[in-house]
């Protein structure tokens, strides 16, 4: 079974996400948890709601 997304990034964890059919990936932080997704602050400083495990993925 799939993990959540709330399983796979804590609060703090640096990851990347993407928008619609922008294909750049943005770099933030996950600010906080919101079943079913997450919250991330981008590098400017917006915040964004992400549910859809194929628009984030972890920076290594």
């Known amino acids: 079974m799939a993990q959540r997304l709330t399983e796979r990034y804590a609060p703090g ?6 928008f619609g059919q922008d294909e750049r990936w943005w770099r933030g932080r996950v600010v906080r948890h919101d079943p079913p997704g ?4 981008t590098e400017n400083g917006q915040q964004w709601f992400v549910t859809n495990t194929r628009r984030i993925r972890p920076v290594r």
């Open 38 to 41: 997450v919250w991330v602050q």
């Open 13 to 18: 964890d640096i990851v990347e996400i993407q």
